[in-house]
């Protein structure tokens, strides 16, 4: 494989042309259904899997874990704000840098499979709340510098799922 096949194993995001319910419906299924991959694609992998990168100068198996939920933890939080606020600015944060910490980088995925799997339950709960309208309510990224609609990343985060779950799947097997 090469390089961009293992960053981007089932490709780039690529927000389809009609969002509708059908649609919405799919990705919160996809969301819904994460923890449960992620909890099988790992349970029986050793430390020395785990700690594997996915590809050259790429996390390791055990950081990709731990960065599902810091990353949907922020999403969730930024789809409140976008129900709740007019139009708020979300606070970044250093991916890579959260990363590279010692519990990122060594901490038993346990506690993160099971913090995805409360967060993704509370957070698909939420999402299957919104009607169709709030879907096109934004939040302003600072560091892409844009507006960035629910229904978009509803899908971003959908896709995000699959594309590190595939990660996994992909230096295991």
């Known amino acids: ?22 649609q919405a ?8 259904a994460l923890p449960a991959q992620i909890k099988k694609a790992t349970e029986s992998l050793s ?8 590809r050259p100068g790429g996390w390791t198996l055990r950081q990709v874990v731990h960065h599902l939920p810091d990353s949907h933890m922020n999403a969730y939080i930024r789809f409140k704000q976008a129900l709740t606020e007019d139009v ?6 250093d991916e890579a ?13 346990e506690m993160s499979v099971a913090l995805l ?3 993704h339950r509370r957070w698909v709960t939420f999402l299957k709340t919104l009607k169709m309208e709030d879907y096109q309510r934004k939040y ?10 629910l229904a978009m990343m509803l899908g971003m985060y959908a896709w995000h799922g699959k594309h590190h779950l ?5 230096t295991v097997n």
């Open 47 to 54: 430390s020395n899997e785990l700690n594997q990168a996915y």
């Open 166 to 170: 595939a990660h996994i799947n992909n």
């Open 25 to 32: 419906t799919v990705w919160i299924s996809e969301i819904e």
């Open 97 to 109: 840098g959260w990363a590279e910490t010692e519990e990122a980088r060594n901490g038993d995925i």
């Open 140 to 149: 302003i990224h600072p560091a892409q510098d844009k507006e960035l609609n």
């Open 88 to 93: 708020p600015v979300i606070r970044p944060y």
């Open 1 to 22: 494989m090469d390089l961009e096949q293992l960053k981007y194993p089932i490709g780039q995001f690529i927000m389809p042309e009609i969002f509708d319910e059908r």
């Open 117 to 119: 799997t409360s967060l």
